[in-house]
């Protein structure tokens, strides 16, 4: 929340207010309020590990008072990467940038998390300060040392701009699941206090859901079942190797945004799947499958993600949050996500908002750091 939003638009009703700031208790973990800081990508890790810019970054949250705070997506394998710049933890020698992170905003006496992903058929694009574009095959080659593929379940294109996937073999899943497993012992060398699985926008796990992109006739593919096979073994290896006494969140895309694609139904059932393989907490967002999502009614606006995650709550009886334009509202407004039947957590719209500079045209000069991006609101472009 900024300064200048008032406090009219908390106190709707004290119910209201008492629930978004009542304590939360996830296996071992309690809460001490149900605002959670969203992942966010930031594009500023050095060879796949966490700098300054992270500490500072997630620390601001921390000191805020959050009530959890999660990492940006952060990369189980070189090829998994969304950008040159991402954290990883593919590798031993990113665990300790991680932890210096981790212990940080804990000494505030806030539990973190970290949000394990592998971006797929959507890998290797640019910051969205420099326009936030696929990357050509060629780019992806000479931008740094590690490899770097884009994969998926078919030999499908994410949109126009991404070249073709290779489709992953057998052996080639095995290894993503194997993968995911590691980078989870990782995260608990780490010392984080929860983990969270990305099978949202379009990412490699969502794109083995859609049947948009998912054309395989072998086990992983065909109806929802096999198509739900892949999110299934990788939260079950996750859940091998994660304490028992910590929780497991899966961001989820409640419909992928392309017609005739994955629907809040879909959803549903993989809510209560993912349940039976340990997961605790279904974080509830949508689209970003293909370039179709830019088409899709949706009707957004504040709190838009609330009514899938509140469906799925009350179908399965999971435990959800919404992610998004959850700023409170104003009083005469639709309530909030909280109370019967609604979403157990907010991620405030405001708090991922705090990374723009919000400015007119002109008043920066180059000395700043802030540049403009076409038809985007103005970001921190970091000199080089």
């Given at each position: 929340?900024?300064s200048?939003?008032?406090?009219?638009?908390?106190?709707?009703?004290?119910?209201?207010?008492?629930?978004?700031?009542?304590?939360?208790?996830?296996?071992?973990?309690?809460?001490?309020?149900?605002?959670?800081?969203?992942p966010?990508?930031?594009?500023?890790?050095?060879?796949?590990?966490?700098?300054?810019?992270?500490?500072v970054?997630?620390g601001?949250?921390?000191?805020?008072?959050?009530?959890?705070?999660?990492?940006?997506s952060?990369?189980?394998?070189?090829?998994?990467?969304?950008?040159?710049?991402?954290?990883?933890?593919?590798?031993?020698?990113?665990?300790?940038?991680?932890?210096?992170?981790?212990?940080?905003?804990q000494?505030?006496?806030?539990?973190?998390?970290?949000?394990?992903?592998?971006a797929g058929?959507?890998?290797?694009?640019?910051?969205?300060?420099?326009?936030?574009r696929?990357?050509?095959?060629e780019?992806m080659?000479?931008?740094d040392?590690?490899?770097?593929?884009?994969?998926?379940?078919?030999?499908?294109?994410?949109?126009?701009?991404?070249?073709?996937p290779?489709?992953?073999t057998?052996?080639d899943?095995?290894?993503i699941?194997?993968?995911?497993?590691?980078?989870?012992?990782?995260?608990?060398?780490?010392?984080?206090d929860?983990?969270e699985?990305?099978?949202?926008?379009?990412?490699?796990?969502?794109?083995?859901?859609?049947?948009?992109?998912?054309?395989?006739?072998?086990?992983?593919?065909g109806?929802?079942?096999?198509?739900?096979?892949?999110a299934?073994e990788?939260?079950?290896?996750?859940?091998?190797?994660?304490?028992?006494?910590?929780?497991?969140?899966c961001?989820?895309?409640?419909?992928?945004?392309a017609?005739?694609?994955?629907s809040?139904?879909?959803?549903?059932?993989?809510?209560?799947?993912?349940?039976?393989?340990g997961?605790?907490v279904?974080?509830?967002?949508?689209?970003?499958?293909?370039?179709?999502?830019?088409?899709?009614?949706?009707?957004?606006?504040?709190?838009?993600?609330?009514?899938?995650?509140?469906?799925?709550?009350?179908?399965t009886?999971?435990?959800?949050?919404?992610?998004?334009?959850?700023?409170r509202r104003r009083?005469?407004?639709?309530n909030?996500?909280f109370?019967?039947?609604?979403?157990d957590?907010?991620?405030?719209?405001?708090?991922?908002?705090?990374?723009?500079a919000?400015?007119?045209?002109?008043?920066?000069?180059?000395?700043t750091?802030?540049?403009?991006?076409?038809?985007?609101p103005?970001?921190?472009?970091?000199?080089?």
């Open positions: 929340m900024t200048s939003e008032s406090s009219s638009e908390i106190n709707e009703t004290d119910g209201d207010a008492s629930k978004l700031f009542s304590p939360l208790t996830l296996r071992d973990l309690t809460l001490r309020n149900r605002i959670v800081i969203s966010m990508c930031q594009h500023a890790a050095e060879d796949g590990k966490a700098t300054d810019w992270h500490l970054h997630l601001k949250f921390a000191l805020g008072g959050a009530g959890l705070v999660f990492t940006e952060t990369a189980v394998s070189p090829h998994g990467r969304i950008g040159v710049s991402d954290l990883g933890l593919w590798r031993d020698d990113q665990i300790a940038p991680l932890k210096r992170v981790a212990d940080f905003v000494a505030q006496g806030v539990p973190i998390g970290v949000q394990l992903a592998h058929r959507k890998a290797g694009s640019q910051a969205l300060w420099d326009g936030g696929a990357l050509a095959p780019q080659r000479l931008a040392d590690s490899p770097w593929r884009r994969l998926g379940p078919s030999a499908l294109a994410a949109g126009p701009e991404w070249s073709v290779d489709a992953l057998l052996d899943i095995k290894t699941v194997d993968e995911f497993g590691t980078a989870t012992r990782r995260a608990q060398a780490a010392g984080f929860a983990i699985l990305h099978f949202g926008h379009g990412y490699l796990i969502a794109s083995f859901l859609s049947p948009i992109s998912n054309h395989r006739t072998d086990g992983y593919g109806d929802r079942q096999r198509r739900m096979r892949l299934r990788v939260a079950l290896r996750v859940g091998e190797e994660w304490p028992a006494a910590k929780p497991l969140f961001r989820i895309s409640a419909v992928d945004g017609e005739g694609g994955w809040v139904d879909d959803s549903t059932d993989l809510a209560r799947e993912l349940s039976r393989c997961v605790d279904i974080d509830v967002s949508s689209g970003g499958l293909t370039e179709e999502t830019r088409r899709l009614t949706v009707p957004r606006g504040l709190g838009f993600q609330v009514d899938f995650a509140r469906r799925i709550k009350q179908e009886g999971v435990t959800t949050q919404a992610v998004g334009m959850n700023r009083p005469g407004r639709t909030p996500p109370g019967s039947g609604r979403p957590r907010d991620r405030p719209r405001g708090t991922e908002r705090s990374v723009l919000a400015a007119g045209a002109g008043r920066f000069g180059a000395s750091g802030l540049r403009r991006v076409a038809g985007a103005w970001r921190l472009a970091r000199q080089t």
